[in-house]
């Protein structure tokens, strides 16, 4: 039977974005086409990001948040160039869009592959696979604030940066992370904040995780300050298996973690929106990469994980597991690029992806 064609929209972005981001379509593309049209992709890719800033002032297209309500998903490559300063390259592109589409579930697994030695020696000797929920709309990330007395004696200039913590925006990622925990073998869930130091914002959140910890009595529930976790990450990993915390705390945790696992270039990552109401993003953690940029030996792995994660969110439970199947064997095979040791470059890593789809 052939269905209706998914509608992605393509976003590579800057740097090795559109490598990585042309990877993960030819994987995508040979499970469609060996699917008997169970599968079908239609592709547009959007040319939007530093080169397009440079040419246009503007990170995208006028109206372009409203514009990609009409796909079923979003593919993104990664953000930021040297010529562009970070904070407009982020915030006019990947933050406009999570906000704007109210993507508010960040989900980044941790998985060590098989072929990747960690730098944890406990990987080792257990098991390590865990989840980070990261709230993706408001916190730390809010964009509220702003600079003044810019006109006063050298020194003078004042920034206030503003943290947005609202009992409508914790208690969804929060009960959205219990509903995570609740799919995994060990179904537990740790909340992380500072709510010692941070006594509003933070406190709020952790009133409402003992308020709707109380709705999943069969999930195990653990708290822990941020400065604690990230000692626990390398410590103790194995106490690990979903976790949820802010915007800041998590985007730094999750970066933590896929380096425990051996690199950053692993890590995929899915910015949902759990109701359905707008598409959702998915993309590799790692950034843009300008040093590594055209040299095509990026690490492909982490946007073919998030392509899995894309396909899983879009009902594709059967393909993204093939996915993630095949992602192992590469790195059990030996196949690696140079960030986890290896010699392997883009094409040779996707390529050995690709044979083991089947």
Known sequence: MTIAPLRIAAIPGDGIGAEVVAAGRRVIDALA??????????????????????????????????????????????????????????????????QGLDQWANVRPVRFLPGVKSPLRKADEVELDWIVVRENSEGEYSGFGGRNFGGRLPGGEIAVQSSVFTEVGCERI?????????????????SVTKSNAQQYGMVLWDDVFKRVAHDYPDVEIDTCLVDAMAARFVLHPEQLSVVVA?????????????????????????????????PSMFEAVHGSAPDIAGLGIANPIGAIESAALMLRHLGFPAEADRIERAIDRTTAAGVLPRDLGGEANTAEVTATILRYLN
Not at 264 to 269: I, M, Q
């Open 33 to 98: 086409a060996a699917s008997d049209g169970r599968l079908a992709v239609e592709w547009t890719e959007l040319p939007w990001g530093c080169e397009y800033y440079e040419a246009t002032g503007s990170m995208m297209q006028e109206g372009g948040v409203a514009a990609l309500r009409d796909f079923d998903a979003i593919y993104f490559g990664a953000v930021g160039w040297p010529t562009v300063p970070d904070h407009v390259s982020l915030w006019g592109l990947r933050i406009a869009i999570c």
């Open 246 to 278: 802010s915007n800041l705390h998590a985007d730094i945790l999750s970066d933590l973690g896929s380096a425990l696992a051996g690199s950053l270039g692993l890590a995929g990552s899915a910015n949902l929106n759990p109701e359905r109401r707008t």
């Open 174 to 190: 929060i009960r959205y992370a219990f509903e995570v925990a609740r799919t995994r073998v060990r179904k537990k869930l740790t």
